[in-house]
């Protein structure tokens, strides 16, 4: 994206959705559905801009949760310098399982693995180590107050999601213009390729990858203030992962708004499917996982790209194509 | 706490829980070998088989035992269709489309299942449930012994199947040169969709010999599943005798750690093997090369 | 005579037990345009890879500017100056021309401008200027080449490995592409290039070396090279210089 109005407008118009509606479940969607898509707007910088598919997002996410929860109740750290050592957690999170990972020369499915077998070390981990709670979880105590980062109104708390959501916009932003996300998505298309133009392919990932984390781990730590409790299931359980992973995808990976479209996509067919079967629990995931084979089948590009999409098939299929031998 | 008292039978266990693993992971291995992608569906089908089995015994009265014969062909037929109509034509060739698509159908399965049978878990009552073998120094749960047998009967079958057979031989072809095999007129979607059936079936035969022991839940399977990528990346991707020997390995494994460490951080310890064969030695133990 | 930019000496590459290169040295004079040929199978994409980086030798050493680089990994050795192409194009398929040249060209431009306007010079000397904003696999072959050479070229090489950057095209591409070439060494582009369109060879490259089965066999100026029994029997077979001389 060259120019940075769209962002400025979308971010404004969004600034004035509290100002328009004053109903919490309304706001309280909003809220869910702007932190899934910041978890997602991690993903999208390591899978969509890199190619790198983690299936353990969660190992930021939770990090980030447990590092903001643990060094309020633990350690009586305020919730702003917590909430600010739970990102770094989620970029030291990336550089270790990066690092590892990258430098084992670990790619497609073994680096999906790898990262999932690491947010399930740890989850079971956190549901045993005393620090964590263990089974019981971490309950951060009610203060609402502007000092504790917990906010009486649902609206003081979209803001707060949606300034974290407009950073990370701005920071892929950034990346998409920058020599590091021109460098990124050359691993992502032919890594040999790049490194026969003098990219560091490793460096290259393991820094996107501490983006990344430190991006998801933010969503983690606004969970912390938001609901004010942390177990290990929510922490490092498979359903952020799948969220963070499934929200870009399906808005459209390796694009700046793709996590934003997708999470509010995807949380709004959940919320239609939860209102038709009343409340009875599955019928929401399956209509993500539905989607998700759908969109990977038909829209490529993500519901963000299925103009671009449709433009191509059309043109495809009135001859316009070049008809190419792909291996020269 | 080392006495050849506690130890023997522990190990004794930990080789009968290992082949029931092992019986999970070949279905795995056999579809990395060939297909070269990391079937991420294999956990929520192996659930669904259990289901299957399940409602076979209460609500047809089919022993599980005999259930097998009904239950592996079905999915044997599921997994023809799914690999040939859902995961084939939805991942234009792409690995990893591939995992995304294994990855949607394993969310669709584990929660169609939950929405339609609830989280209870349930389980079946065979009166030869409990019933033992005395050894004179230990017991041995007969079920789990079936299952000790059944792995190696399945491995020799797929073993005659792939040595034996005209699709056998198809399947070897495009496991070892893709191209090679479609130029020689080998319709690879078909080889493709047989190669997941036989990987689905064996789940299914897993499932089958842990329903009179186990329980059922929408994510019963899970906790197979990721023991059995270990299981799998130890014994080298794609190698059926590297993941019988890795099951039997992992079974040892989990059952010394769990006298020692306790249930659940005996799951740690086979997660950190899997995590260091990973990086250190992604071939496998024994795999020969990456 | 001016110094070698690049000098192997006694450089072997051993995959399991198969001998792919063995004991070849030879150099490679700095602005001029040297050719590698050699039958298929000889080890010629092989020692691409060895002086690119790509693979490590199992023996020997590489030289590159004066200092010993062997064994040092693709990118840095595209940091210090060596630009490859491949035989079997690798672009990034699914950016349009110019990020792709741009990918190359930020190696020497830290700034997105700066990086840019590289890339479309580069564009301008290729011949790809009218297509920057097309996607890279929307190209022809013809188009796929250039758009390889582009890419190197970006990374302001000092010396540049050229693998069968003619192969596929037609005669008249070939025609287009020749000066090109000639223009890059004009420039002070040291190029090493794989060539099977011996034509090429003749009218553009000073030196040639021969690669058989691994081995060096000859080298030499290209006419010389052109004549020896040696490359010819090592191209056609056992006897065939004797059984060429003998046909009038």
């Known amino acids: 994206m060259k120019s940075f109005t769209p962002i400025a407008i979308v971010i404004a118009g969004l600034a004035a959705v509290p100002l328009l509606v004053h109903s919490n479940v309304v706001l309280n969607f909003f809220v869910v559905a702007l932190m899934i898509a910041l978890a997602g707007q991690g993903w999208n910088i390591l899978g969509g801009y890199g190619g790198q598919y983690s299936f353990g997002h969660a190992i930021f996410f939770g990090s980030g949760a447990y590092v903001t929860a643990i060094l309020q109740v633990k350690y009586g750290v305020n919730a702003w310098p917590a909430f600010g050592c739970g990102i770094i957690a989620g970029a030291v999170a990336g550089t270790a399982v990066g690092w590892l990972a990258f430098r084992a020369g670990l790619r497609g499915s073994y680096f999906a693995l790898v ?84 990219v560091d392919a490793v460096a290259v990932k393991i820094g996107a990858m501490v983006i990344s984390g430190a991006i998801t781990a933010a969503a983690g730590c606004f969970y912390v203030q938001y609901f004010l409790f942390v177990d290990s299931h929510i922490a490092y359980g498979a359903w952020i992962s799948i969220e963070a992973l499934l929200t870009p995808i399906i808005g459209g990976a390796g694009t700046i708004f793709g996590p934003l479209i997708g999470a509010l996509v995807v949380k709004a067919l959940g919320e239609a499917a939860l209102v038709v079967t009343g409340e009875a629990p599955g019928l929401d995931l399956v209509v993500f996982g539905v989607v998700l084979i759908v969109v990977v089948g038909f829209a490529p590009r993500g519901i963000g790209g299925l103009r671009t999409t449709l433009l191509t098939k059309i043109k495809r299929g009135l001859g316009g194509g070049t008809a190419e031998v792909r291996r020269g | 706490m080392l006495s050849p008292v506690i130890l023997i039978p522990a190990l004794l266990n930990g080789l009968l829980t290992g082949a029931v693993y092992a019986l999970v992971a070949l279905g795995l291995t056999l579809i990395y070998g060939v297909l070269h992608i990391i079937n991420f569906a294999h956990g929520a089908l192996l659930t669904a088989a259990m289901f299957a089995a399940y409602f076979a015994f209460t609500v047809l009265g089919i022993d599980p035992y005999l259930a097998v014969f009904i239950i592996s062909p079905l999915f044997f037929a599921i997994g023809y269709a799914l690999q040939r109509f859902v995961i084939g034509p939805a991942s234009h060739g792409e690995d990893r489309n591939m995992l995304l698509v294994t990855l949607g159908l394993s969310v669709v399965i584990e929660n169609a299942l939950l929405f339609g049978f609830r989280a209870d878990t349930r389980t079946i009552d065979v009166p030869y449930a409990f019933s033992t073998i005395d050894l004179g120094f230990t017991y041995l749960a007969v079920p789990r012994l079936v299952g000790f047998v059944a792995v190696f009967v399945v491995a020799l079958a797929l073993w005659l199947i792939m040595s034996l057979t005209d699709i056998g031989r198809a399947i070897r072809a495009v496991a070892k040169e893709k191209f090679g095999a479609q130029l020689a007129g080998i319709d690879v979607a078909h080889v493709y969709a047989v190669t997941f059936g036989l990987g689905t079936a ?31 990346v130890l014994g080298g991707m794609g190698s059926v005798p590297g993941a019988v020997l890795g099951g039997l390995v992992i079974g040892v494994v989990e059952s010394l750690s769990s006298l020692f460490l306790g249930d659940s951080l005996g799951q740690v310890g086979i997660f950190l093997i899997f995590i260091a064969v990973l990086l250190v030695r992604p071939q496998g133990l024994f795999g020969a090369k990456a | 005579m001016a110094k070698p930019l690049l000098d192997l000496r006694g450089v072997a590459r051993r995959f399991g037990g198969l001998i792919a290169v063995s004991g070849v040295s030879m150099s490679v004079r700095e602005g001029s345009i040297t050719a590698l040929i050699g039958p298929n199978g000889a080890g010629k994409t092989t020692m691409f890879s060895l002086i690119s980086g790509f693979l490590k030798p199992s023996e020997g050493q590489i030289y590159y500017d004066g200092r010993e680089v062997t064994g040092e990994p693709a990118y840095k050795l595209a940091r210090r100056g060596i630009g490859r192409t491949f035989q079997i194009v690798q672009p990034f398929a699914g950016l349009t021309v110019r990020e792709n040249i741009c990918v190359g060209s930020y190696l020497r431009c830290r700034q997105r401008a700066a990086a840019n306007a590289a890339a479309e010079k580069v564009a301008r000397e290729v011949g790809l200027e009218t297509l920057l904003d097309a996607p890279a696999d929307t190209l022809t072959v013809a188009g796929r080449k250039r758009l390889e050479l582009a890419k190197a070229l970006a990374t302001e090489p000092k010396l540049l490995l050229l693998d069968e950057v003619l192969a596929g095209l037609n005669p008249s591409e070939i025609r287009d592409i020749i000066p090109v070439i000639r223009g890059l060494r004009d420039r002070g582009i040291t190029i090493l290039m794989i060539e099977h369109v011996m034509q090429a060879v003749m009218s553009l490259a000073e030196h040639v070396f021969v690669l058989a089965e691994g081995r060096l066999i000859a080298e030499g100026a290209p006419a010389e090279v052109a004549g020896s029994p040696i490359v010819i029997e090592a191209y056609l077979g056992h006897g065939a210089a004797k059984r060429l001389a003998r046909t009038p």
């Not at chain 1, 947010?119 to 951060?140: D, F, H, N, Y």
């Not at chain 1, 920071?171 to 998505?185: D, H, K």
């Not at chain 2, 399977?221 to 990528?229: R, Y």
């Open chain 2, 202 to 232: 064996c789940v299914a035969i897993a499932a089958c010999l842990l329903m009179p022991t186990y329980y059922v839940n929408p994510s019963a399977g899970n906790a197979f599943v990721l023991v059995a990528f270990t299981i799998v």
């Open chain 1, 115 to 198: 990262t999932l077998a690491f947010a399930e070390v740890l989850r079971i981990v956190a549901s045993v180590a005393p620090i964590t709670g263990a089974g019981v979880g971490t309950l951060v105590k009610l203060d609402l107050s502007f000092a504790s980062l917990q906010f009486e109104s649902r609206a003081a708390f979209y803001w707060l999601i949606l300034a974290l959501v407009s950073v990370a916009l701005i920071v892929t932003w950034a990346i998409e213009r920058s020599r590091f996300g021109a460098w990124l998505t050359a691993v992502r298309e032919n890594e040999e390729a790049a490194r026969a133009l003098g």
